[in-house]
Nanobody, 118 residues
């Protein structure tokens, strides 16, 4: 598997919640940190969150306290639990394996669309 496979996006009202999932091959998952990124229409891609192989996490300031990243080592899957969603969270969300300072390892997948709107 050369690309991550993201899922779980959708349309949600402001204040709502969603959980995104991303699966990669085991050979990648066990070696690298995993991260979520997003790209809103007309904007540059931005980092959202990262979880290391020992489950240390860090977040962009814009999502800190609202989003939680986690990884399931048995399923080669990383999750992004999003709560208290805001319209400005609307974007296509992508995951990737990360090395060094947020350098993506894999080709980018299709992403999953998150739309926050009433």
């Amino acid at each position: 598997q050369v690309q991550p496979v993201e899922s779980g996006g959708g349309l949600v009202q402001p204040g709502g919640s969603l959980r995104l999932s991303c699966e990669v091959s085991r050979s990648i998952f066990i070696i690298y940190s995993m991260g979520w990124y997003r790209q809103a229409p007309g904007k540059q891609p931005e980092f959202v969150a990262r979880v290391t192989t020992d489950s240390t996490t860090n977040y962009a300031d814009s999502v800190k306290g609202r989003f939680t990243i986690s990884r399931d080592n048995a399923k080669n899957t990383v999750y992004l639990q999003m709560a208290s969603l805001k319209p400005e969270d609307t974007a296509v969300y992508y995951c990737n394996a990360i090395r060094g300072t947020l350098t993506p390892v894999l080709s980018w997948g299709q992403g999953t669309q998150v739309t926050v709107s009433s």
